[in-house]
C-alpha cells in the first residue's frame, strides 16, 4: 500500500510565518508539525516561492537570513521529481 503524503503549497508554509493571521499561523504550523517530514511532499519551486514571499510580500518582511533559515527548515521534506507524470499526482 502507498502512504498517502500531503504537498506543502507556498501559501501553508507563508502562514507558518506570518502573524497577521494567528488562526491560519497555528493551522499551518500543524500541518507542518505533527506527524513527521514522512508524510509530506514539497517542491523545489515551492521553496523558491517561500524565499520571495517572505523577504518580498510578507508585510513586515523577513531579513534574508531567516528566509534563509525557514528555506533550510523544509529543505529535509522529501520532493517531487519535475517530471510529468508526479508534477500531475504530486501526492503519491
Same mark, same amino acid.
Given at each position: 500500500?502507498?502512504?498517502?503524503?500531503?504537498?506543502?503549497?507556498?501559501? /501553508? &508554509?507563508?502562514?507558518?510565518?506570518? *502573524?497577521?493571521? %494567528?488562526?491560519?499561523? +497555528?493551522?499551518?504550523?500543524?500541518?507542518?508539525?505533527? =506527524?513527521?517530514?514522512?508524510?509530506?511532499?514539497?517542491?523545489?519551486?515551492?521553496?523558491?516561492?517561500?524565499?520571495? /514571499? &517572505?523577504?518580498?510580500?510578507?508585510? *513586515?518582511?523577513? %531579513?534574508?537570513?531567516? +528566509?534563509?533559515?525557514?528555506?533550510?527548515?523544509?529543505? =529535509?521534506?522529501?520532493?517531487?521529481?519535475?517530471?510529468?507524470?508526479?508534477?500531475?499526482?504530486?501526492?503519491?
Amino acid at each position: 500500500m502507498t502512504a498517502i503524503r500531503t504537498f506543502l503549497d507556498t501559501n /501553508v &508554509l507563508v502562514y507558518a510565518f506570518d *502573524p497577521a493571521d %494567528p488562526r491560519k499561523r +497555528a493551522i499551518a504550523h500543524a500541518i507542518t508539525a505533527g =506527524g513527521g517530514e514522512e508524510r509530506l511532499i514539497i517542491s523545489t519551486q515551492v521553496l523558491v516561492e517561500l524565499y520571495s /514571499v &517572505l523577504t518580498r510580500k510578507l508585510k *513586515p518582511g523577513l %531579513p534574508a537570513e531567516e +528566509a534563509e533559515g525557514a528555506v533550510a527548515d523544509f529543505a =529535509g521534506v522529501p520532493r517531487c521529481p519535475p517530471t510529468p507524470p508526479s508534477c500531475a499526482r504530486p501526492w503519491r
